[in-house]
């Protein structure tokens, strides 16, 4: 049985759907886990049932970080905050796996000091799933905003460790690998883009640079940008999606669509269900010494029970020490 510890404070939506989402993974039949739920019992008690399911239980910590919060002083000034105590709880071995939708730079600072890097990382990097629409393949964005200034090797290094990932958690038969630029010609980008692409030549399925519209296609299936290019792509896809859908269904709303919008809506959000952030099951942490998932800012409880989803997945699957094989291989 995997535990999971669950930072109940963190997130644009904490706590109601955070201890909700826990609430919802404890019960699932098909999920064979202990649910540790850390937060302020004050705010958390009164969300729960009198009666909790056998395998959860709720652990106190009186501090929360918020997402204002400058992520290395947060974790220095506020030892006993829920997500501190998440990643204690790893450390000391009373949880397999930690998931958090707060503040992201404190989550990847609280995992990487309360448990240290794998041999071989200079620095983490989150792994974001995308969906690639109209097919069953998944492509993962690594960085996705943990390291926004990193060292041409560490991209090196982020592009092994994702195709590592990628065969764990999609199953993917060696995965190819693209270095995200302005171009595809060898001599595109910036002096880090230039400088690490000579370092992906000797990378198992590097098919050199690609694009921004990349992204969700079938392109390569692990895609390596710098964490702020990464992110910024990540919400800029997001927000493409978003504008797009809104201009489709504001079409769809007129009314000489009238008899037919709604059979066409409902087919087009059953289409776009693997695009949804609650979806995708949330982002590991590459790069340290224990299973970290992150999840989206505005998690709802579907998104957390994925998340949990996701971290028991990783745990069984040895995803650590897969990781740090594939970390090694380059040292």
């Keep these: 049985m995997t535990t999971i510890a669950i930072d109940a404070m963190g997130g644009d939506r904490a706590p109601a759907d955070i201890v909700a989402g826990a609430l919802d993974a404890a019960r699932l039949a098909?999920?064979?886990?202990?649910?540790?739920?850390?937060?302020?019992?004050?705010?958390?008690?009164?969300l729960l049932p009198s009666e909790l399911p056998s395998n959860l239980v709720v652990e106190h910590a009186p501090e929360v970080i918020e997402m204002s919060d400058d992520p290395a002083a947060a974790i220095r000034s506020k030892r006993a905050s829920s997500l501190v105590r998440c990643a204690e709880a790893v450390r000391d071995g009373r949880a397999d796996a930690m998931v958090g939708a707060g503040n992201t730079g404190a989550t990847m600072a609280a995992a990487l000091l309360r448990w240290g890097r794998i041999r071989g990382v200079n620095r983490?990097?989150?792994?974001?799933?995308?969906?690639?629409?109209?097919?069953?393949?998944?492509?993962?964005?690594?960085d996705g905003g943990a390291t926004v200034d990193?060292?041409?090797?560490?991209?090196?290094?982020?592009?092994?460790?994702?195709?590592?990932?990628?065969?764990?958690?999609?199953?993917?038969?060696?995965?190819?690998v693209g270095l995200l630029s302005n171009g595809e010609e060898p001599g595109k980008g910036d002096a880090l883009r230039k400088a690490a692409h000579g370092l992906f030549d000797d990378i198992p399925g590097f098919i050199g640079n690609v694009e921004g519209r990349d992204l969700m296609r079938a392109s390569a299936d692990v895609i390596v940008p710098d964490g702020f290019t990464g992110n910024v792509a990540l919400k800029t896809a997001e927000g493409a999606l978003l504008g797009i859908a809104g201009m489709v269904f504001a079409v769809l709303d007129r009314p000489e669509f009238a008899e037919v919008a709604d059979p066409i809506k409902l087919a087009l959000l059953t289409a776009a269900a693997d695009l949804l952030p609650d979806n995708t099951g949330g982002a590991l942490l590459l790069g340290v010494q224990g299973v970290c998932i992150i999840s989206h800012g505005s998690s709802s409880a579907t998104a957390i029970v994925n998340a949990v989803r996701v971290a028991d997945q990783s745990v069984r699957a040895g995803v650590v020490d897969r990781l740090t094989e594939a970390a090694g291989s380059a040292v």
């Design 30 to 46: 098909d999920l064979d886990i202990d649910v540790v739920l850390i937060g302020d019992e004050a705010r958390v008690l009164p």
């Design 150 to 176: 990193p060292e041409p090797a560490w991209l090196a290094q982020w592009a092994r460790l994702g195709r590592a990932y990628a065969t764990v958690r999609f199953d993917t038969a060696e995965p190819t």
């Design 124 to 142: 983490p990097a989150i792994a974001v799933p995308l969906p690639i629409p109209g097919s069953d393949r998944k492509q993962l964005l690594v």
